[in-house]
T-cell receptor, first 115, second 112 residues
Framework: DGGITQSPKYLFRKEGQNVTLSCEQN?????MYWYRQDPGQGLRLIYY???????QKGDIAEGYSVSREKKESFPLTVTSAQKNPTAFYLC??????????????FGPGTRLLVL | GESVGLHLPTLSVQEGDNSIINCAYS??????FIWYKQESGKGPQFIID?????DKRQGQRVTVLLNKTVKHLSLQIAATQPGDSAVYFC???????????FGKGTTLSVSS
């Protein structure tokens, strides 16, 4: 898990409620990412941010929102517009390698369940 | 050892065997590839990477092979151990600043 922390480990959401997942990194990485993983599936990109105060939508951004006010932090809000939020959420951060290639390192994940 | 010619969702091996997990990547412009290991309920863990200017790279008990002609990547694990049981994902990246593209994942089960 390196220097990437996610909290909480488990999160329960009621119908119509917005919930926020925390992601913090102390690796001094510029880029941060949010992925969603459904059972038996691969990772799908929700949002990513390459620098502070800037972020881009991924493949499945609808029903989610993010902010990047600090380099270390990239919180994800699951809004009431996301009708099927039950999943395992993974945050990652990345460092640019020589040759302009990038390795992403992942946090431990947050499992979101709907009550 | 046991290998899979095409991507299969599961691979079962005996402890001590060599394992080969295959991955077909999607974009011929991808120039950097990573293998991740994900244990149940945890985040993916970096195993090994390879750049497109290489055909082979070795780590501790693991080797990654890249065949750009057929857009194929494989992960070889020597002397597989029960602790190697996990889901293995390949990922490709075209250039820094773009998100990784992940393969479907293969579940490796190692029996004693």
């Amino acid at each position: 898990d390196g220097g990437i922390t996610q909290s909480p480990k488990y999160l329960f959401r009621k119908e119509g409620q917005n919930v926020t997942l925390s992601c913090e990194q102390n690796l001094n990485h510029d880029a941060m990412y949010w992925y969603r993983q459904d059972p038996g599936q691969g990772l799908r990109l929700i949002y990513y941010s390459q620098i502070v105060n800037d972020f881009q939508k991924g493949d499945i951004a609808e029903g989610y929102s993010v902010s990047r006010e600090k380099k270390e932090s990239f919180p994800l809000t699951v809004t009431s517009a996301q009708k099927n939020p039950t999943a395992f959420y993974l945050c990652a951060s990345s460092i640019i390698l020589p040759g302009n290639q990038e390795t992403q390192y992942f946090g431990p994940g947050t499992r979101l369940l709907v009550l | 050892g046991e290998s899979v010619g095409l991507h299969l969702p599961t691979l079962s091996v005996q402890e001590g065997d060599n394992s080969i997990i295959n991955c077909a990547y999607s974009n011929s412009a991808s120039d950097y590839f990573i293998w991740y290991k994900q244990e149940s309920g945890k985040g993916p863990q970096f195993i090994i990477d390879i750049r497109s200017n290489m055909d082979k790279r070795q780590g501790q008990r693991v080797t990654v092979l890249l065949n750009k002609t057929v857009k194929h990547l494989s992960l070889q694990i020597a002397a597989t151990q029960p602790g190697d049981s996990a889901v293995y994902f390949c990922a490709e990246n075209m250039w820094a600043g773009t998100a990784l593209i992940f393969g479907k994942g293969t579940t490796l089960s190692v029996s004693s």
